[in-house]
């Protein structure tokens, strides 16, 4: 096989300088080869070399590097032909057409500096042939894949579907290789998904979940992490990360998803959506995969509030409402353990609204019984399974139900009564206030974050997104705060059933 140089023609306005291209395919059989050293090496060190693709931008040799220490190499092509301008005794352009391994075609752009290190980029853009789908994020697509109902308010929506509901002539998945591949084919459409449909709007697909959606970080190790598309190289946040990353793309207007311990808030908080997790027992679950039915509940992600409000109106015709009271609380006890830049976030943008500080008393006890509680359900669920299927989960989700499987009866109702314990308190203490809170712990960690880090963030976002699960209440995500321009989100709890209310209160929020 003749080598990468000699097989691609090089077009150029004007002799290269001295060694460019020898740099050039340094770099392309570097990246063939995933000899991430050699990369670092020749992109220029410092905050501002910037590398972009479809997934967005990446500015910073530190955060380029990290990237491609997590991606597990690209994908393998041939170099068709080099375009080369010279804008300079020391700089040039290049531009590379590309022969992907996979077919199509596509483009790397080149900015390189000559220094005393050598030549090196300082700029990139790479694009690939466009995908059909994207595995990461969809499991089936369609175009659409179920047609609505052709009237009602949501008439040219576009739905991605969490891959627990049910889908008529489709199986459930579950994030599970093995679980989908002994699936029966559903014979009814799930309720929530049928109440979207019949208001007009068309499923455009089943999408990606965590492994039984026991996780709050998006990554899946069969199928691959859906790109988060806010922050490049992050994680999407889970377990509805493939309805929260079609949305964020613009694949889809709404995300129909799940909420037992922060699925819908985190990934909402992390890519920037609006996200509402419903009132328990609020939206009904008929044809939902089960994961901690004592908490598990319906909601949507969106791009925008007022197709968040009508999901909510559609899909809860026939049921009782509340208004949501003017008045905001703050816990500053709950925010304790967080990030300063977070924490100071929050309270600085409560400030605004005069919301009062409040003391939830002892909530890691409470999250703790929460905890077993959903372990206890969990196990419940799919143990049985489990143990026919070793292997069939792997990494923190497996870790999560071997502690589950080791969950009696008896710790279970013990946590039960301590959790009713913990309801009647925490509700005292709000005394009808919406409470003010992060969405999540931290904005979203990278992909390649320690996974003992990634783990401490879960745990201190279970600390705040467990509020609302104990007291079976809408939580509302609003995308009103950014932290080093990545989305934080401004989570609101409301009392029970106050969901549409909370939706709309949401307009009046101060915007920084």
């Known amino acids: ?198 208001a007009g709007a068309d499923v455009a697909g089943i999408a990606r979940t965590d492994e039984f959606a026991y996780s709050i970080a998006g990554a899946n190790p069969h199928y691959g992490t859906p790109p988060n598309a806010r922050v490049p190289g992050a994680l999407p946040g889970g377990s509805s990360s493939g309805p929260a990353s079609a949305v964020a793309l613009g694949q889809a207007d709404i995300g129909l998803a799940t909420d037992t311990g922060g699925s819908i808030r985190v990934p909402a908080s992390y890519q920037g959506l609006w996200g509402l997790r419903t009132t328990h027992g609020r939206i009904a679950r008929d044809g939902l995969l089960p994961l901690a039915p004592s908490f598990d509940t319906v909601g949507w992600l969106t791009r925008d509030r007022a197709v968040l409000a009508a999901c909510a109106r559609v899909s809860a015709v026939g049921v009782p409402a509340v208004a949501a009271p003017d008045r905001f609380a703050v816990a500053p006890g709950l925010l304790a353990g967080l990030e300063v830049p977070v924490r100071d976030a929050i309270l600085g943008w409560a400030a605004r609204t005069e919301a009062e500080a409040v003391d939830l008393g002892d909530v890691a006890s409470a999250q703790e019984a929460f905890r077993v509680v959903q372990a206890f359900e969990a196990w419940q669920a799919d143990g049985a399974w489990l143990d026919m299927h070793p292997g069939a989960v792997s990494g923190a989700v497996a870790a999560r139900f071997r502690v589950a499987s080791r969950v009696s009866r008896d710790d279970a109702a013990r946590a039960q009564e301590a959790l009713a314990a913990h309801r009647d308190r925490i509700a005292r203490a709000l005394d009808g206030a919406i409470l003010l809170l992060p969405s999540a712990a931290s904005v979203a960690p990278s992909s390649t974050a320690d996974p003992a880090a990634v783990e401490a963030v879960r745990a201190q976002t279970l600390r705040l997104t467990c509020v609302a699960g104990v007291l079976g209440a809408p939580a509302l995500s609003a995308p009103l705060l950014e932290l080093d321009g990545a989305p934080l989100g401004v989570c609101l709890v409301g009392p029970r059933h106050s969901d549409d209310a909370l939706i709309h209160r949401a307009a009046a929020l101060p915007v920084p």
């Open 1 to 198: 096989m003749p080598e990468p140089e000699r097989a691609a023609p090089v077009h150029s306005d004007a002799p290269p300088p001295e060694g460019l291209l020898d740099a050039f395919w340094r770099y392309e059989r570097a990246l063939m080869a995933d000899d991430v050293p050699e990369l670092d090496a020749l992109f220029a060190a410092g905050p501002w070399t910037m590398r972009g693709d479809a997934a967005g931008l990446l500015v910073g040799h530190d955060g380029i590097s990290a990237f491609r220490r997590g991606r597990g190499g690209a994908p393998q092509r041939r170099v068709a032909a080099v375009h080369v301008r010279v804008l300079g005794p020391d700089t040039a352009s290049i531009v590379a057409e590309l022969a992907p391994a996979a077919g199509g075609r596509g483009l790397q752009t080149q900015v390189w500096r000559r220094s005393a290190a050598g030549w090196q980029v300082v700029v990139a853009q790479v694009s690939g042939p466009p995908a059909a789908i994207d595995s990461r994020i969809w499991r089936e697509v369609g175009t659409p894949l179920v047609a609505g109902s052709g009237a009602g308010p949501l008439v040219g929506r576009r739905v991605a579907v969490k891959d627990l509901f049910a889908v008529r002539g489709h199986r459930i998945g579950a994030g599970v290789p093995a679980w989908l591949a002994e699936a029966p084919v559903e014979t009814a459409t799930a309720a929530a998904v049928q109440r979207l449909l019949d």
